[in-house]
């Protein structure tokens, strides 16, 4: 049966940061990317016309000719905002290939049209950015242990990024219509199939007496302590320490079967309203879905009806005893339905229970420390499909690693002493809301660290993974906490000190700021259609100038912060905490749009993850004013943006700099004669504006005298912000 497995070429793991001697390291870290970007465009080779890279075969995500490109642009945005490289190898893909969607609700599609690249331009895009990533790799020291702030986390950083991707998109790719999906021999489907298809009298063809039915099994309570403390690489959500002490608990021997689950369809699962969750039922509504994502109906010349099954490439007779694959609302709904039927509560399991009987078969094994193949379908080193549910199991469990991963009840969220990474800082912290629940296990298509049982990942109710069920009968209640307030201190400053009435006893400086832009663009007589706000962190000024300008863009390129004015938008209202630690106090507040004269404005903004000085031109131009605040304080070098910040805006349009840091009163002495403070030396200040004016020369012209605002400081004192005008010509 080996020899009928997926090609052993394809499996590698991920690198241990802490062990061994440096070149030796440097070594393995090269051949784990090599195989990495390897293994991805091997799973792209599996699309078999062109014109399938550009079919959104998922709605809620872009079609796959953005994640084909996305990963080594991952790579060049990483290195440059660590300040590794400062090169770009095309400006223009790298910004259409930046930045993903999250899977929002699910009548969020996206319409908007892009012009994207051919396959041809990124394959020789992929081709240069190795070159790149790979020199780059080659020429720095490297030194033991590889820490957070190492170049060479970094680089692990994207390598599992990618691998992140060869799954997510391999669920896109499952998606697309099976005649453009040509099998590849090194991903090989399951071909164990000893209960499939139906027999002549149209029911499930199964051997009786073979087939594994489910039962529930006992589980020993215990004290579970869930934290990352191994020697390699990690996201952040996974660091930290959380404790709960679990009771006793019985959780199902197998996975859910695709057998298992026909009787729930049957039984008019997908019917019946009481069976599913408030979220649920409107979901199962508006889809109008009768059987899971990957069940494909079909009625024969007999008129006989049934499913088949569709995986990576093909489609096939339904294997009855392989785990079914579903989204959480359809497994809470399967399990409400199954504690009817039991008589009993029935539920998803917790993430700490996962834990709990994980290390009860396995202790803390993780791959490379077992043999390929002799723990579960998981890293390609079983099949590259699912495969029986009874075929991998210990001390009477199956499946506890790998096959397809569990949905949990855990709501997504952090453990203490949750910390962001500066390179990633938006890589959890925007799923922390309660909007995405855990899954656990990894599937067969989980590679690298994301096999780790430290590995931690919450989806979208909605959102389809290859993610299937195991049930629980349990006492054990969640005690996760997720952020029904901001609790993050970054943001939560963010947001007090923009839509604060008064912060530290001034007047709101983005709220300020917003209504000069708007009264200049009166002054001279400039169109009030089209306003965009780069540097819009957490919204205000953004919600602000809607007030003026009938649509509004905000740009953030956090998703940390443009979230928050996002979440507002949606909400109306957003609390949030302040931790004062000097007095060891907690303060929480709360503002809503209405109170501050903003809801009947906020249709007219809206909120986008974009890097400045990447813009896509094709989606966002014609603008009739556009303000920098603050954004531009933060580059090295203003020009990277300015020289092409005209080609957004119309002619005659108003472009506004707002800058604390580089603030030049006309008198030249600010500290001497007006008793303000400035954060830079006038001299410097001085070079700043030559450089801003200099950018601009031809393309703009100043419109009128710099105006300034007191703009709070977290201390207690102000700086003065200058706000220049210039209007394109």
Same mark, same amino acid.
């Given at each position: ?603 007219? &903004? +809206?909120?986008?993850?974009?890097? =400045? ?5 094709? $989606?966002? %131009? !014609? *603008? ?33 700099? &707002? +800058?604390?840091?580089?603030?030049? =009163? ?5 500290? $001497?004669? %007006? !008793? *303000? ?53």
């Amino acid at each position: 049966m080996q020899k009928d497995r997926s090609d052993v070429s394809v499996i590698s793991y991920t690198v241990n940061l802490k062990e061994g001697d440096p070149k030796t390291k440097k070594k393995e870290i090269l051949e784990y990317f090599e195989k990495t970007n390897w293994l991805y465009e091997e799973l792209f080779s599996m699309i078999s016309e062109e014109r399938a890279f550009y079919i959104k075969a998922e709605p809620l995500r872009h079609p796959l000719i953005f994640y084909f490109g996305h990963t080594a642009t991952f790579y060049l945005n990483k290195f440059n905002l660590g300040g590794y490289i400062n090169e770009h190898v095309n400006p223009r893909l790298e910004a259409m290939f930046a930045i993903g969607l999250d899977e929002n609700e699910w009548d969020d599609e996206d319409f908007s049209h892009y012009d994207w690249p051919s396959v041809k331009e990124v394959q020789e895009y992929r081709k240069k950015a190795r070159q790149v990533i790979r020199a780059k790799i080659e020429e720095t020291p490297l030194t033991l242990p590889i820490e957070w702030d190492s170049f060479f986390w970094a680089v692990m950083m994207c390598i599992e990024h990618e691998r992140l991707h060869f799954e997510t998109s391999a669920v896109i790719m499952r998606q697309l219509p099976v005649q453009f999906v040509q099998s590849n021999k090194l991903f090989r489907t399951c071909p164990i199939r000893d209960h499939s298809g139906y027999d002549s009298s149209g029911k499930p063809k199964i051997n009786k007496l073979t087939f594994p039915y489910n039962e529930l099994k006992e589980v020993k309570g215990g004290k579970v302590v869930l934290g990352k403390k191994d020697s390699y690489y990690g996201w952040d959500n996974e660091y930290g320490r959380h404790e709960e002490l679990l009771q006793d608990f019985k959780a199902s021997k197998y996975l859910v079967s695709n057998l298992e689950y026909l009787e729930f369809v049957l039984d008019g699962g997908y019917e019946t309203e009481k069976h599913w969750t408030e979220e649920g039922w409107r979901w199962n509504r508006f889809k109008q879905a009768k059987h899971p994502l990957f069940w494909v109906p079909f009625e024969d010349s007999q008129t006989k009806r049934g499913f088949k099954y569709r995986t990576l490439s093909e489609i096939i007779d339904m294997p009855w005893d392989w785990p079914v694959e579903t989204n959480y609302l359809e497994a809470k709904a399967f399990c409400n339905w199954k504690s009817e039927k039991l008589g009993t509560t029935i539920k998803l399991p917790l993430e700490s229970e996962h834990a709990r009987f994980r290390t009860l078969l396995y202790g803390n094994l993780d791959p490379p420390e077992w043999e390929a193949g002799s723990v579960g379908n998981i890293n390609l080193e079983q099949w590259a499909s699912s495969c029986p549910i009874d075929m991998n199991g210990k001390d009477g469990f199956y499946d506890v690693i790998g096959n397809v991963w569990q949905h949990s009840e855990t709501i997504f969220g952090s453990f203490e002493g949750f910390k962001v990474h500066k390179l990633f800082h938006d890589f959890s912290t925007p799923m922390f809301y309660g909007q995405h629940t855990m899954i656990t296990g990894g599937s067969w298509a989980t590679t690298g660290q994301s096999a780790h049982k430290s590995y931690r990942v919450g989806f979208r109710r909605h959102f389809y993974q290859f993610a299937g069920i195991r049930y629980v009968e349990s006492p054990n209640k969640a005690v996760m906490k997720y952020n029904t307030c901001e609790t993050d201190q970054e943001i939560a400053e963010s947001i007090d000190f923009q839509y604060g009435d008064q912060y530290r006893n001034l007047e709101n400086y983005p709220k300020k700021c917003a209504d000069i832009c708007i009264e200049m663009a009166k002054k001279f007589g400039i169109s009030m259609d089209k306003a965009l706000d780069i540097g819009c962190g957490v919204g205000r000024a953004t919600f602000e100038l809607a007030k003026g300008f009938k649509e509004v863009i905000g740009f953030d390129i956090s998703s940390r912060f443009f979230n928050i004015g996002a979440r507002v938008k949606k909400q109306g209202k957003i609390r949030y905490c302040l931790v004062d630690e000097a007095e060891n106090k907690i303060e929480y507040r709360e503002f809503d749009l209405k109170s501050l004269g903003l809801e009947n404005f906020k249709h007219r &903004a +809206s909120f986008y993850q974009q890097d =400045p000085c990447n813009i896509d031109i094709k $989606k966002y %131009n !014609s *603008f009739d004013l556009i303000l920098i605040s603050g954004y531009l304080d933060e580059l090295r070098e203003p020009s990277r943006l300015l020289d092409s910040i005209h080609n957004y805006m119309k002619n005659q349009g108003l472009l506004v700099i &707002a +800058s604390s840091r580089y603030c030049l =009163p006309l008198d030249g002495s600010p500290q $001497k004669k %007006n !008793s *303000f403070k400035v954060a830079n030396p006038p001299e410097v200040c001085n070079e700043f504006w030559c450089r801003v004016k200099n950018a601009l020369k031809g393309r703009f012209k100043e419109a009128a005298l710099p105006v300034f605002v007191k703009k709070p400081q977290q201390q207690g004192d102000y700086i003065l912000a200058q706000l220049s005008f210039f209007i394109k010509v």
